[in-house]
T-cell receptor, first 116, second 117 residues
Framework: AQTVTQSQPEMSVQEAETVTLSCTYD???????LFWYKQPPSRQMILVIR??????QNATENRFSVNFQKAAKSFSLKISDSQLGDAAMYFC?????????????FGKGTLLTVNP | DAGVIQSPRHEVTEMGQEVTLRCKPI?????LFWYRQTMMRGLELLIY????????DSGMPEDRFSAKMPNASFSTLKIQPSEPRDSAVYFC???????????????FGDGTRLSIL
């Protein structure tokens, strides 16, 4: 079974600075997708960014980018120019691309605090 | 475009009462998921529907929980009778499965915070 590990239960960053959240995963598959979801205090689960395993290029969405290291099974999220609104719980998630694999496996989350 | 819509946003009820949570998936999506989130267990998949048919309900905790999807635009999760340990945030999520491939992300609703007294 696939597992997703987020080793940092909590992180903090100063406003306007950069922070990197770590995620590692364990799988024997070669075709899969990785996601970062953000859950602010309002408790919405918001998709931040996704990465296809077959793509070597790291995904980027505005201030959010990932460092995808397939061989190391690492998928970190970098937030540049941090804003107060970035404060949230961040979940890393894995899903196989295979037709019978619909389950989204989540890490336990990293709570990000942004200090003004 | 409207996202996944869940209701109610909050539900507080007494132990033993029936609770019904509702979900409207994104139009055009053919797959729907119910999750439960607690501090202890994180996000757990309860049940998965594809084209309105329940495919995997192995995550449903016990017979007190049931879920239905009568049509492509509506699903319910029912707990009867409810117990204090059912208190959690319940999320509904939907996605589009294309050609047997899971290449689209799941989009979540805002969740229902359920408190059983």
């Amino acid at each position: 079974a696939q597992t997703v590990t987020q080793s940092q239960p909590e992180m903090s960053v100063q406003e306007a600075e950069t922070v990197t959240l770590s995620c590692t995963y364990d799988t024997s598959e070669s075709d899969y997708y990785l996601f970062w979801y953000k859950q602010p205090p309002s408790r919405q689960m918001i998709l931040v960014i996704r990465q296809e395993a077959y793509k070597q290029q790291n995904a980027t969405e505005n201030r959010f980018s990932v460092n995808f290291q397939k061989a190391a099974k690492s998928f970190s999220l970098k937030i540049s120019d941090s804003q107060l609104g970035d404060a949230a719980m961040y979940f890393c998630a894995y899903r196989s691309a295979g037709s019978s694999n619909y389950k989204l496996t989540f890490g336990k989350g990293t709570l990000l605090t942004v200090n003004p | 475009d409207a996202g996944v819509i869940q209701s109610p946003r909050h539900e507080v009820t007494e132990m033993g009462q029936e609770v019904t949570l509702r979900c409207k998936p994104i139009s055009g999506h053919n797959s729907l998921f119910w999750y439960r989130q607690t501090m202890m267990r994180g996000l757990e998949l309860l049940i998965y529907f594809n084209n309105n048919v329940p495919i995997d309900d192995s995550g449903m905790p016990e017979d007190r929980f049931s879920a239905k999807m009568p049509n492509a635009s509506f699903s319910t999760l029912k707990i009867q009778p409810s117990e204090p340990r059912d208190s959690a945030v319940y999320f509904c999520a939907s996605t589009l499965r294309r050609g047997g491939r899971w290449d689209q992300p799941q989009h979540f609703g805002d969740g229902t915070r359920l408190s059983i007294l």
